[in-house]
């Protein structure tokens, strides 16, 4: 293939992509722990996995390269100069259907500095010709997809309290997600550092 041809190649091709901050060691340690305690209560379902651990700002969907890389710089000149802050992780929650436990989560609380840094990435997405406009905000992590769970699985989460962890924040990040088998594989594709700009990182 023709050099040319390739490169056309490559902006055909899309990737699933979505927006993301990054979390801190204590939060991954916080995730295996609270995993270990379900687990040992009779929860069984789809983990999230320490190293895929993030706070999702936005998922995109499938975006050629092209649009990645405007999306990035994009949110590099919005959020240049922005402070550095840090966001709470206070709790576990769950989402059901009626009695049907689906999803648990850990519940995040980064206040207004949060909020801005999200409404900022929601400029920059719809400057590229995203309609996010609709979208809406809870800041949540997600723990895991529920399959199976004890009878009495309300009282039983309302028993696994932590101290809550604060986790600094001084970058976002644009990532690959990647299907497969075993679960999706995220990759970090571009860094936007608040104060060093848009780094790439493969």
Do not use: C
């Amino acid at each position: 293939m023709r050099k040319q041809e390739k490169i056309h190649h490559n902006q055909r091709k899309t990737i699933r992509t979505f927006v993301a901050i990054e979390p801190g060691e204590n939060l991954k340690m916080l995730l295996t722990d609270t995993i270990e305690k379900l687990k040992r209560m009779g929860f069984k379902g789809n983990w999230t996995k320490p190293e895929n651990i993030h706070l999702t700002l936005f998922f995109l969907g499938n975006l050629n390269m092209h649009k990645i890389v405007d999306i990035a710089y994009k949110m590099g000149e919005r959020i240049s100069g922005f402070p550095s802050f840090v966001y709470e992780v206070e709790k576990l929650g769950y989402f059901a259907q009626g009695d049907n436990l689906k999803t648990l989560w850990f519940g995040v609380h980064g206040g207004k500095t949060l909020e801005g840094i999200y409404s900022e990435v929601k400029k920059s997405i719809i400057f590229n010709s995203i309609d996010v406009s609709k979208e809406t905000f809870v800041p949540h992590i997600t723990v895991g997809r529920i399959k199976r769970y004890p009878d009495h699985w309300k009282a039983l989460l309302e028993s696994i309290d932590f101290e809550r962890i604060e986790i600094p924040v001084d970058s976002i990040g644009l990532y690959s997600s990647t299907l497969t088998k075993r679960g999706p594989i995220y990759k970090k594709m571009y860094t936007i550092d608040f104060e060093g700009g848009v780094i790439i990182n493969g």
